[in-house]
């Protein structure tokens, strides 16, 4: 139990580093996993494997994040923690879109997707749909990508989640105005800015005001517009 503890420390260290120090944080991990290893807990390593993975992919070592992922998702299953395996199949996806293997993410997407309707995680699905229809955005499917967005705006609809509902709003505007549909993509930037401020997300709050200026702007509301395009500096 005390070695697990160590490792269980190690690791909160280096998601704790995470957001300061990418590299020291990837080394402290990268023990722990190793110490998980020879101590055989593989609860442990998987969820240290998970973590590096991330790491990795913050450094853009991409190659070696896939290789870490699908070793987590490995021992994910052997241990039977489908919950989990889940998560880090949503990872894998991500990670395969990244290098541009979008066939193989979608299926690993598809996946986590499937799991988490098994065990009716419901912002888990909400999550994983965003994911998804960005994959679809990567393949120039527009029609699919939308029906993701919908379906994940209403469950987040339904569990009153902002965070959720805000992104899921940023993203059918974003394809909306992509496909120059632009009176359906209006209602979706009306105070989208604001919300994504307040969820601390300022470059997305930039790049949505920015779109919406270019929505008044096609709509024939120069000034409105050029309000907007203000507020972006």
């Not at 290098?99 to 065990?119: N, Q, V």
């Not at 909400?126 to 955005?137: M, P």
């Not at 974003?174 to 009306?190: R, T």
Request: with cysteine; proline share 1%; glycine share 6%.
């Amino acid at each position: 139990m005390q070695a697990a503890d160590t490792h269980k420390t190690m690791l909160d260290k280096a998601r704790a580093l995470s957001s300061s120090n990418l590299t020291e944080a990837e080394g402290l991990c990268r023990r722990a996993v190793e110490m998980a290893v020879l101590e055989g807990n593989k609860s442990v390593e998987a969820e240290g494997r998970h973590l590096h993975a991330q790491l990795l992919f913050n450094l853009g070592r991409n190659i070696d994040a896939i290789e870490q992922i699908k070793a987590a998702i490995a021992l994910r299953e052997e241990i039977n923690d489908k919950a989990k395996v889940s998560v880090s199949l949503n990872s894998l996806g991500i990670f395969l879109s990244e290098i541009g293997d979008y066939s193989t993410a979608l299926e690993s997407s598809l996946r986590s997707l499937r799991i988490k309707e098994e065990l009716n995680d419901r912002k888990g699905i909400a999550t994983t749909l965003i994911n998804i229809g960005s994959i679809y955005h990567r393949l120039n499917n527009w029609a699919e990508e939308g029906k993701m967005y919908e379906r994940s705006l209403q469950i987040a609809e339904e569990l009153q989640d902002k965070r959720l509902i805000t992104y899921n709003h940023l993203n059918l505007g974003l394809l909306y105005c992509e496909s120059d549909n632009i009176e359906a993509a209006l209602p979706y930037f009306e105070n989208i800015d604001a919300d994504l401020e307040a969820l601390g997300d300022k470059p997305n709050a930039v790049k949505a005001l920015n779109n919406y200026g270019l929505v008044l702007l096609k709509l024939g509301q120069p000034q409105n517009a050029l309000e907007k395009f203000r507020h972006c500096h």
